[in-house]
């Protein structure tokens, strides 16, 4: 992995910040909530003790009855149309009850508006049996229909039924069964309304013949002979008391509460018998916000569905939390809108007076001050983190650019400075003061140590043999004054000998002072044209002379090969590629010798059979000094393809070893005129 | 009269071999070690024939500027430098102060006998009538084989000993080459590829700069050298 996507990586690290930006959100969001709880609680509790003042607008408990037996009477915002349709009533579906019927669900309503009591029944059943005019509605008598009875009750005193059966769809009659006997009641008005798999039926009822206990029975039959089932809302002979909004409790709460805050006040049972207040329904934040507002969702801390914090449609409330405070514990709770992302913070206080739990209090407020508050640091923290995670990503893109581009200059200007030999080159960041810096100069000062070390190499054979040359010519001097003694013949051999011997040394040393007599040559050489294939051509004419156990081959497309330098020393050259050449070939090889042209000028190249050249040493073999033979001939110095390469380089050339099929090929680049 | 040789050498056994074996040809040899008590001795009695290495004890360039202050004083003295130094630039050098030879210590005796005695000789040749028989004509080339000089075109050019040689080994029989071993055999000396290709190089030069259309010495790569005649 580069330097850039390292560091690319590590500027991810940036996105803790909006981490850390989202648990401070989450965190002030869920303390601003505490706080507005503990608000509530205590704004609950005094509205429970004031509530405990009207203890004689709650409805007595009455143990002989359940819950379940118990009608609500939704208070309805409009006169509904008796037309058997439950669409014009105010209230939802979900208000409606559901009882147990032969064929399936019945489900019902009980409406109150205007001193009117409004009924709505649907009934599924597969096969309504109508009634006839003679019919009486009775639950005893000889003829059974399909009807819907309203039980009505003023314990101990009234006891009465209030029966709906059709002869047909459309408006029916009614019949009051009381102890006074069954008659046809006119200020009730109903309409049985067929549907597919049943019938429904809505009725209007003045509220002064009614009881306070109300249930509802459905009798379902399919014969007229047969009684058939009977359904009831209520478990035991008689129903328990109706329950209504009591309209003194609500006119206290209206004054007591206004919108935003929404009070509901219930009795021991959690039915509503009071609400006043609304909550906003203002939506806090904007459609610019859209994005905002779903990243602020996915943060805080989920809540319950906010639907339930709406007072319950069937007008008992049911949460949890208010029964709690029904036991006699004040609770709060909380809950979040999906859609709005707001919560609403709700708490129930229990009223009681006299020891006794009459009902509770909820009292519930919605959060928007918090969103707006925590929603406007929300998109602030986007924004600043999205600016800042940017701004260091490309801080550190750029950052890491520039530094892995001085790196990468530092290692290309050490790999040119290593390849063209020009150590004592400055390399790029030599002055900076960072760790670059010291790696450039350690890199320089390595590279000028290899330098010095490779002028030493260069210069060492030179020296030597010039340091050398003095004491040569003392040997020299002083055995060719013995030669004129007089000496015996033992004497003369070993003369003889030691002439021989120093004959060899100055032969050594002045191999090892050729390079810097080529580097002399080189320094003040007139290029002149001339065609290489030519010399080349009469050169090898010398060759064959001289080595007469080697074979020379030589190829050739060009006709001539024009080109400018010196022609002597890109002989010595050759001279010296043929005898590498001629060293390491046996007896009776073929040295092959190409000329041709190349994409920079010409290629000479000569090719000879023998070991490959050593992996080992390859980079080395054209330096001075440096032998990769392996002690075939310990006079060899590793000078030869030194002074070639210099030559070539003299010659703006280049000059390469390769190992090729069962020998080993030179390679000369030259540049054509 | 027996010839005087002075050796101006700071290496006492080099400079003791080549005295005694001056001494054996029959010269007479004063050695000095320095240039300070060489030029002294010079005041008072001038030799034949100095040699001189360039560099002196710590006087390093010392031979260069007693061979300057010898050739003021004296124009015709034989001056040869026989040094350890054998880089172009010195040789170049030395010659440019008008020295007749630069050896480096390489040659043999032999050889340096050789030299010398051919330069004693030119010396003498130089004081006789030129003799006809001495002279070799190629062309535009005249070698004055016992002054030891080449004339082209009439016009003197100035050789070294050693370049005379090559030039007279080359022109003796033009068309033929005439390869290295010849050649360093011709000049009297041990000499590599090189300091063959440089010597003839000059030699081109000193033509050139009499007459810009000289070519007569051709290379023969790989072979040798040859003097094309007309």
């Given at each position: 992995m580069n330097l850039k996507r390292q560091l690319l990586l590590v500027s991810l690290l940036t996105l803790m910040l909006p981490w850390a930006g989202c648990e401070f959100i989450r965190e002030t969001e869920s303390a601003l909530r505490r706080g507005q709880e503990q608000m509530l609680e205590a704004t609950a509790g005094a509205l429970a003790n004031t509530m405990a003042q009207y203890d004689e607008e709650f409805p007595r408990q009455d143990d002989a009855f359940r819950v379940s037996d118990q009608l609500y009477l939704h208070e309805l915002a409009g006169r509904p149309e008796v037309?058997?349709?439950?669409?014009?009533?105010?209230?939802?579906?979900?208000s409606l009850r559901s009882l147990r019927g032969t064929d399936g669900p019945i489900r019902f309503a009980v409406g109150l508006f205007d001193q009117t009591i409004y009924l709505y029944v649907r009934v599924i059943d597969h096969d309504v049996v109508y009634s006839n005019s003679q019919a009486l509605v009775l639950d005893d008598g000889s003829r059974h229909t399909d009807r819907i009875s309203l039980v009505s009750s003023n314990p101990p005193y009234r006891y009465e039924t209030i029966a709906f059966a059709a002869e047909a769809p459309g408006k029916i009659l009614s019949y009051r069964q009381s102890a006074n006997g069954i008659a046809s009641e006119p200020t009730i008005t109903a309409h049985w309304q067929d549907t597919p798999g049943g019938y429904q039926l809505e009725a209007r009822l003045p509220a002064a013949i009614l009881g306070t206990h109300l249930g509802l029975v459905i009798h379902n039959t399919d014969d007229t002979a047969n009684p058939g089932t009977r359904s009831s809302s209520f478990s035991g002979r008689t129903p328990g008391p109706s329950v209504r909004l009591s309209s003194y409790l609500n006119a206290v709460a209206d004054r007591l509460v206004k919108a935003p805050l929404r009070l509901i006040v219930t009795d021991?049972?959690?039915?509503?018998?009071a609400a006043a207040g609304a909550l906003s329904a203002r939506s806090p934040a904007g459609g610019r916000l859209g994005v905002a507002r779903r990243v602020y969702g996915l943060l805080v801390e989920p809540g319950e569905?906010?639907?339930?914090?709406?007072?319950?449609p069937s007008g008992r409330e049911q949460q949890t939390y208010v029964s709690s405070a029904l036991q006699g514990n004040a609770t709060p709770d909380w809950f979040r809108s999906d859609e709005s992302g707001r919560a609403i913070v709700a708490v129930a206080a229990p009223i009681t007076a006299n020891g006794k739990t009459l009902g509770s209090v909820v009292l519930q407020q919605g959060t928007d001050a918090i969103l707006s508050l925590t929603n406007e640091g929300l998109a602030r923290l986007i924004n600043v983190t999205l600016i800042a995670t940017l701004l260091v990503a490309g801080t550190l893109l750029g950052y890491a650019t520039w530094l892995s581009r001085r790196i990468r200059q530092l290692s290309v200007a050490a790999e040119a400075a290593l390849d063209n030999e020009s150590l004592q080159s400055a390399l790029p960041s030599a002055l900076a003061g960072d760790e670059v810096g010291d790696l450039s100069r350690s890199f320089s000062s390595v590279l000028k140590q290899l330098g010095d070390y490779n002028e030493y190499l260069r210069s060492l054979a030179s020296k030597l043999s010039h340091e050398l040359r003095t004491p040569l010519a003392i040997v020299t001097s002083s055995l060719e004054n013995l030669e004129h003694e007089p000496l015996n013949d033992a004497s003369v051999g070993y003369t003889t000998r030691a002439r021989e011997g120093a004959d060899r040394l100055r032969r050594i040393l002045s191999a090892m002072s050729e390079a810097s007599r080529v580097e002399e040559l080189m320094a003040d050489f007139e290029p002149e044209p001339f065609d290489l294939r030519a010399v080349l051509e009469s050169t090898l004419n010398a060759y064959r002379d001289v080595y007469k156990h080697r074979s020379f081959s030589f190829d050739c497309d060009l006709g001539e090969a024009k080109m400018s330098g010196s022609p002597e020393l890109l002989i010595q050259l050759l001279d010296k590629l043929v005898e590498n050449a001629v060293d390491f070939s046996g007896e009776g090889d073929t040295i092959a010798i190409g000329l041709a042209a190349s994409d920079s000028g010409l290629e000479m190249s000569v090719t000879n059979p023998g070991p490959p050249l050593p992996e080992r040493m390859r980079s080395q073999l054209f330096d001075s000094m440096v032998s990769v033979r392996a002690g075939k001939d310990s006079r060899h110095l590793g000078l030869g393809l030194y002074v070639a390469r210099l030559i070539a380089a003299g010659h703006g050339g280049r000059l390469d070893a390769d190992n090729v099929e069962g020998g080993v090929v030179f390679r000369v680049s030259l540049p054509r005129s | 009269m027996t010839k005087r040789i002075a050796i101006v050498e700071d290496e006492a056994a080099i400079r003791d071999n080549y005295a005694a074996a001056f001494r054996r040809e029959g010269y007479v040899v004063d050695a000095y070690e320095a240039r300070a008590p060489a030029l002294n001795a010079f005041e008072s009695r001038l030799p034949d024939l100095v040699v001189i290495d360039i560099n002196l004890k710590d006087d390093v360039e010392g031979g260069f500027e007693l061979c300057r202050e010898l050739r003021a004083r004296a124009a015709e003295l034989p001056i040869i430098f026989l040094t350890a130094r054998d880089s172009e630039f010195d040789a170049v050098s030395g010659l440019r102060l008008g020295a007749d030879d630069y050896l480096t210590k390489d040659i043999s005796l032999p050889h340096l006998m050789a030299r010398i005695a051919a330069l004693f000789r030119r010396l003498d040749a130089l004081q006789k009538p030129q003799a006809a028989e001495s002279r070799i004509t190629r062309g535009d080339l005249v070698i004055d084989t016992e002054r030891m000089t080449i004339h082209w075109q009439e016009q003197p050019v100035g050789l070294t000993l050693t370049e005379f040689w090559l030039v007279h080994a080359l022109a003796r029989y033009p068309g033929h080459v005439k390869n290295r071993q010849q050649l360093m055999d011709a000049a009297q000396a041990v000499l590599d590829d090189n300091t063959i290709t440089s010597h003839v190089k000059r030699i081109r030069r000193k033509f050139l700069g009499i007459d810009p259309s000289f070519d007569a010495i051709e290379t023969v790569y790989g072979m040798g050298y040859r003097w094309l005649s007309d």
């Amino acid at each position: 992995m580069n330097l850039k996507r390292q560091l690319l990586l590590v500027s991810l690290l940036t996105l803790m910040l909006p981490w850390a930006g989202c648990e401070f959100i989450r965190e002030t969001e869920s303390a601003l909530r505490r706080g507005q709880e503990q608000m509530l609680e205590a704004t609950a509790g005094a509205l429970a003790n004031t509530m405990a003042q009207y203890d004689e607008e709650f409805p007595r408990q009455d143990d002989a009855f359940r819950v379940s037996d118990q009608l609500y009477l939704h208070e309805l915002a409009g006169r509904p149309e008796v037309d058997g349709y439950f669409d014009d009533w105010s209230l939802g579906t979900g208000s409606l009850r559901s009882l147990r019927g032969t064929d399936g669900p019945i489900r019902f309503a009980v409406g109150l508006f205007d001193q009117t009591i409004y009924l709505y029944v649907r009934v599924i059943d597969h096969d309504v049996v109508y009634s006839n005019s003679q019919a009486l509605v009775l639950d005893d008598g000889s003829r059974h229909t399909d009807r819907i009875s309203l039980v009505s009750s003023n314990p101990p005193y009234r006891y009465e039924t209030i029966a709906f059966a059709a002869e047909a769809p459309g408006k029916i009659l009614s019949y009051r069964q009381s102890a006074n006997g069954i008659a046809s009641e006119p200020t009730i008005t109903a309409h049985w309304q067929d549907t597919p798999g049943g019938y429904q039926l809505e009725a209007r009822l003045p509220a002064a013949i009614l009881g306070t206990h109300l249930g509802l029975v459905i009798h379902n039959t399919d014969d007229t002979a047969n009684p058939g089932t009977r359904s009831s809302s209520f478990s035991g002979r008689t129903p328990g008391p109706s329950v209504r909004l009591s309209s003194y409790l609500n006119a206290v709460a209206d004054r007591l509460v206004k919108a935003p805050l929404r009070l509901i006040v219930t009795d021991a049972d959690g039915w509503r018998i009071a609400a006043a207040g609304a909550l906003s329904a203002r939506s806090p934040a904007g459609g610019r916000l859209g994005v905002a507002r779903r990243v602020y969702g996915l943060l805080v801390e989920p809540g319950e569905n906010a639907a339930s914090a709406e007072p319950d449609p069937s007008g008992r409330e049911q949460q949890t939390y208010v029964s709690s405070a029904l036991q006699g514990n004040a609770t709060p709770d909380w809950f979040r809108s999906d859609e709005s992302g707001r919560a609403i913070v709700a708490v129930a206080a229990p009223i009681t007076a006299n020891g006794k739990t009459l009902g509770s209090v909820v009292l519930q407020q919605g959060t928007d001050a918090i969103l707006s508050l925590t929603n406007e640091g929300l998109a602030r923290l986007i924004n600043v983190t999205l600016i800042a995670t940017l701004l260091v990503a490309g801080t550190l893109l750029g950052y890491a650019t520039w530094l892995s581009r001085r790196i990468r200059q530092l290692s290309v200007a050490a790999e040119a400075a290593l390849d063209n030999e020009s150590l004592q080159s400055a390399l790029p960041s030599a002055l900076a003061g960072d760790e670059v810096g010291d790696l450039s100069r350690s890199f320089s000062s390595v590279l000028k140590q290899l330098g010095d070390y490779n002028e030493y190499l260069r210069s060492l054979a030179s020296k030597l043999s010039h340091e050398l040359r003095t004491p040569l010519a003392i040997v020299t001097s002083s055995l060719e004054n013995l030669e004129h003694e007089p000496l015996n013949d033992a004497s003369v051999g070993y003369t003889t000998r030691a002439r021989e011997g120093a004959d060899r040394l100055r032969r050594i040393l002045s191999a090892m002072s050729e390079a810097s007599r080529v580097e002399e040559l080189m320094a003040d050489f007139e290029p002149e044209p001339f065609d290489l294939r030519a010399v080349l051509e009469s050169t090898l004419n010398a060759y064959r002379d001289v080595y007469k156990h080697r074979s020379f081959s030589f190829d050739c497309d060009l006709g001539e090969a024009k080109m400018s330098g010196s022609p002597e020393l890109l002989i010595q050259l050759l001279d010296k590629l043929v005898e590498n050449a001629v060293d390491f070939s046996g007896e009776g090889d073929t040295i092959a010798i190409g000329l041709a042209a190349s994409d920079s000028g010409l290629e000479m190249s000569v090719t000879n059979p023998g070991p490959p050249l050593p992996e080992r040493m390859r980079s080395q073999l054209f330096d001075s000094m440096v032998s990769v033979r392996a002690g075939k001939d310990s006079r060899h110095l590793g000078l030869g393809l030194y002074v070639a390469r210099l030559i070539a380089a003299g010659h703006g050339g280049r000059l390469d070893a390769d190992n090729v099929e069962g020998g080993v090929v030179f390679r000369v680049s030259l540049p054509r005129s | 009269m027996t010839k005087r040789i002075a050796i101006v050498e700071d290496e006492a056994a080099i400079r003791d071999n080549y005295a005694a074996a001056f001494r054996r040809e029959g010269y007479v040899v004063d050695a000095y070690e320095a240039r300070a008590p060489a030029l002294n001795a010079f005041e008072s009695r001038l030799p034949d024939l100095v040699v001189i290495d360039i560099n002196l004890k710590d006087d390093v360039e010392g031979g260069f500027e007693l061979c300057r202050e010898l050739r003021a004083r004296a124009a015709e003295l034989p001056i040869i430098f026989l040094t350890a130094r054998d880089s172009e630039f010195d040789a170049v050098s030395g010659l440019r102060l008008g020295a007749d030879d630069y050896l480096t210590k390489d040659i043999s005796l032999p050889h340096l006998m050789a030299r010398i005695a051919a330069l004693f000789r030119r010396l003498d040749a130089l004081q006789k009538p030129q003799a006809a028989e001495s002279r070799i004509t190629r062309g535009d080339l005249v070698i004055d084989t016992e002054r030891m000089t080449i004339h082209w075109q009439e016009q003197p050019v100035g050789l070294t000993l050693t370049e005379f040689w090559l030039v007279h080994a080359l022109a003796r029989y033009p068309g033929h080459v005439k390869n290295r071993q010849q050649l360093m055999d011709a000049a009297q000396a041990v000499l590599d590829d090189n300091t063959i290709t440089s010597h003839v190089k000059r030699i081109r030069r000193k033509f050139l700069g009499i007459d810009p259309s000289f070519d007569a010495i051709e290379t023969v790569y790989g072979m040798g050298y040859r003097w094309l005649s007309d």
